[in-house]
């Protein structure tokens, strides 16, 4: 099983920030990675696939990189509504298909 | 617009079973991998099953290997998730999850699109 590691766990940033997430893999996963964003009370939404595709109707302040085992996700300036909770998650050995534990960032 | 919409979620002691259903609309139901991801309360996605197209290949996180199984009828539209032998920790929200492929594997998928979940908690 390929272990999704996901770091900070919690970052705290103030409007308009840059920042950066990231989600190590235990092992290569290619490109297939996902990045999902889940605010409190609803259900995870699909922000980019393929490591750095953005999916439909996503602001372009989103972005993915990485290969392999490291990847990123960055914010370019946060809104307020991008205050939530941020998972990775790989289909490239499955299954199972893994998820990281997750990335929240709050309000500095 | 694609919508998918669980239901069957609720109370159920221990060793109990309970079976959950996903309507889906909006898209081809039959051209997609279907899945149940759940969540447990304050922790985080957890993917459980996943259904092929034509039910030829089916998949399970072990912890539910041999308890859950999963099916869909195209005819309809749905997909179901079986639940035995529920245990406390399967108390969680069960996201029904659509399936889009991003890999080389038919089974290389992401999931593009989510319901809101049903809860189920397991305890006496």
């Known amino acids: 099983e390929i272990v999704m590691t996901q770091s900070p766990a919690t970052l705290s940033v103030s409007p308009g920030e840059r920042v950066t997430l990231s989600c190590r893999a235990s092992q290569s996963v290619s490109f297939n990675l996902a990045w999902y964003q889940q605010k409190p009370g609803q259900a995870p939404r699909l922000l980019i696939y393929?490591?750095?595709t953005r999916a439909t109707g996503i602001p372009a302040r989103f972005s993915g990189s990485g290969s392999g085992t490291e990847f990123t996700l960055t914010i370019s300036s946060l809104q307020s509504e991008d205050f939530a909770v941020y998972y990775c998650?790989?289909?490239?050995?499955?299954?199972?298909?893994?998820f990281g534990q997750g990335t929240k960032l709050e309000i500095k | 617009e694609v919508q998918l919409v669980e239901s069957g979620g609720g109370l159920v002691q221990p060793g109990g079973s309970l079976r959950l259903s996903c309507a889906a609309s909006g898209f081809t139901f039959s051209s997609y991998w279907m899945s149940w991801v759940r969540q447990a309360r304050g922790k985080g996605l957890e993917w459980v099953a996943n259904i092929k197209q034509d039910e030829s290949e089916k998949y399970y996180v072990d912890s539910v290997k041999g308890r859950f199984t999963i099916s869909r009828d195209n005819a309809k539209n749905s997909l179901y998730l079986q639940m035995n032998s529920l245990r406390a920790e399967d108390t969680a929200v069960y996201y029904c999850v659509r399936g889009q492929n991003g890999g080389r594997y038919p089974g290389d998928i992401y999931f593009d699109y989510w319901g809101q979940g049903t809860l189920v908690t397991v305890s006496s």
């Open positions: 998650q790989q289909y490239n050995n499955w299954p199972p298909y893994t």
């Open positions: 393929g490591a750095s």
